[in-house]
Nanobody, 116 residues
């Protein structure tokens, strides 16, 4: 089965940085559209970032200017660089791929906690 493996979460102070990783199977990487989501306790899952048809990335207003999504094609891994972290960024973060515009797969989630 298709599995996305996430890592990089942890505990960080306000204003700090973390980089999340999401390993994507090589067989689907080049035909997949990448997005990142997060879910805080008691809240609905929120779209954080998603790739666009133009080759860029759209970000939620709450993270724009602080978060950056990118790909490493050689390692078939996607990254979410998170800077200037705030307590409201505390959540479980999930990566997602949509393969061939038809199937979608999720990572297992990784916890990000921003202390204040």
């Amino acid at each position: 089965q298709v599995q996305l493996v996430e890592s990089g979460g942890g505990l960080v102070q306000v204003g700090g940085s973390l980089r999340l990783s999401c390993a994507v199977p090589r067989s689907i990487f080049s035909l997949s559209v990448i997005s990142w989501h997060r879910q805080a306790p008691g809240k609905q899952r929120e779209l954080v970032a998603t790739e666009t048809s133009g080759g860029g990335t759209n970000y939620a207003d709450s993270v724009k200017g602080r978060f950056t999504s990118s790909r490493d094609n050689a390692e078939t891994t996607v990254y979410l660089q998170m800077n200037s972290l705030k307590p409201e960024d505390t959540a479980v973060y999930y990566c997602n791929t949509v393969f061939g515009g038809r199937w979608d797969y999720w990572g297992q989630g990784t916890q990000v906690t921003v202390s204040s």
